[in-house]
């Protein structure tokens, strides 16, 4: 039980709304059960110097680093104004919408938080603010955001969504990180009739629960195993002829749907899994499982885990030179700081994802728009996350301003009935969840420091390398 001074505590953040870089100690915990990245591609340094160190937290009694369990930090954007601006109407009676989230700001998801959506919905909130607010009932209204250190614990994320929705009364709620976490989440947010729209994370069992008609008040939006990811990577592997695989997943809720999807689709398009393997995420040595697979001779090596236990495995495969015909990663491998820190030796390996640049005129903008807000650097963009973490804001916006009021349910209504543009081109909600045709692109391939999305179809913005070359010798200074 918190104490109520802790339960109480609040921070004003100028920076919350301001750009993160990848934060130094997430980083360096990465590469050091990496054994440090460095040794591969000589650039750590280079790269954590162009990232920037982590933001802080200031407070009246000086800088912190992190907010105490059930201490939140609250913001709008420097220079708003906290009244509604009249566009000729009463607006909805209040001077701010207050936007609410337990997020990991400390923790072993806190990457995700400074990397993955929190720059998304940081950026998005600054830009509303910046035009004025939300535009409801003939006013504008700014946006304050009530954002809550989750610690990446499962039970505070539940007990601090709950407190927002009871407690503080917050108009809206934003989504907490990982799959496991929005399954728990969709569960509160449901209870209380509040909107939750995706975050880093999807799931197939939450869409049993979807389509059952349980989660009427939750919507998926990024991407996932069956939705459409694995099912892409057998048409791109069945395209370019590979034969067989050896499929590494992280033993959790993420990685055993990823793989479970895979037996499924892999098979159906003649490729055998000839391995298939869970790994611990507290991994410290993925030696012995790479040179099993080795043995085996697969054509594709997939290891579907998390950013710290991908990065081991990229390092090792090089310290093993074990190059199959293709090699690929779930999140993190997607990041294009991940291809920096290997100094340009993860060339022609694969990841979830995808878009770039050159997706639409839309998805260039957005590039130009984050590396802007994350201090004009690259090395943070998201390349499988950021274009729908992007898109679906902006379908929420729209959706919002549409339904013209903050009721739940009028909100939803629209959702579920209405088209938007968005970065994603045409934006609509199939069954609750982004329809297949909005993604720009599902799978990733980095050719030339470009993360390519090498789909079949449309979207394609470059073929397939495959099978890999030999790995390149590594830059003398990671790309920016």
């Known amino acids: 039980m918190l104490r109520d001074e802790d339960e109480s505590r609040e921070t004003t953040e100028q920076g919350l709304l301001e750009g993160k870089a990848v934060s130094r100690r997430e980083f360096l915990k990465f590469a050091g059960i990496a054994g440090a990245v460095v040794g591969v591609g000589g650039g750590l340094g280079g790269l954590l110097a162009a990232c920037g160190g982590s933001t802080t937290t200031t407070t009246a009694a000086g800088p912190t680093t992190t907010a105490a369990v059930g ?7 420097s220079g708003a104004s906290t009244t509604a601006v009249s566009t000729g109407g009463s607006g ?56 809550y250190d989750d610690q990446s614990n499962l039970d505070n994320t539940t007990r601090l969504l709950t407190k927002l929705m009871e407690e503080d009364k917050v108009d809206f709620i934003l989504p907490p990180t990982s799959t496991a976490f929005l399954f728990a989440a969709a569960g509160v947010a449901n209870a209380h009739k509040y909107i939750l729209i995706s975050g880093e994370g999807g799931a197939t069992s939450l869409e049993k629960e979807m389509n059952a008609g349980k989660l009427p008040y939750y919507y998926q939006f990024l991407s996932y195993s069956d939705h459409n990811q694995i099912p892409v990577l057998a048409d791109i592997l069945k395209e370019v002829g590979a034969k067989s695989c050896v499929f590494l997943y992280i033993d959790d809720l993420h990685g055993i749907e990823y793989q479970s999807v895979a037996q499924y689709y892999l098979p159906a398009a003649g490729i055998q ?43 090792t495969l090089l310290q093993l030179n074990y190059n199959p015909k293709m090699i690929g990663f779930g999140p993190g491998g997607n990041y294009q700081f991940m291809y920096n820190a290997f100094a340009g030796q993860m060339e022609n390996v694969a990841s979830m994802g995808a878009w770039n640049a050159k997706s639409s005129p839309g998805a260039k903008d957005l590039v130009a728009k984050l590396t802007a807000f994350l201090g004009g650097k690259t090395d943070n963009i998201d390349w499988w996350g950021h274009s729908i973490y992007w898109g679906e804001l902006s379908f929420f916006q729209q959706s919002i301003e549409t339904a013209n009021t903050l009721n739940q349910d009028a909100i939803r209504d629209v959702m579920n009935k209405t088209h938007f543009q968005t970065v994603l081109g045409d934006t609509f909600i199939t069954n609750q969840q982004l329809d297949i045709s909005c993604y720009l692109g599902q799978i990733g391939q980095w050719q030339k420091g470009i993360f390519e999305v090498i789909d079949p179809g449309v979207h394609r913005t470059a073929p397939p390398v495959y099978p890999k070359p030999a790995y390149p010798a590594p830059a003398t200074a990671p790309s920016t």
Do not use: H
Request: net charge neutral.
């Open 92 to 147: 909805p009676g209040k001077d701010k919408i207050v936007i609410g989230a337990a997020r990991p700001i400390s923790g072993s998801l806190s990457f995700f938080e400074a990397n993955a959506f929190g720059p998304a919905y940081k950026m998005w909130v600054k830009e509303v603010n910046d035009a004025g607010g939300l535009n409801i009932m003939g006013a504008k209204v700014p946006i304050e955001l009530k954002i």
């Open 71 to 77: 201490a939140s930090t609250t913001a709008s954007t």
């Open 273 to 315: 899994i000839v391995q298939n393997t869970a790994i611990p995420a507290d991994i410290k040595d993925i030696s012995s499982v790479l040179k099993q697979a080795q043995k085996a001779n697969p054509d594709v090596l997939w290891c579907e885990c998390y950013p710290d236990q991908n990065i081991l495995c990229m390092k």
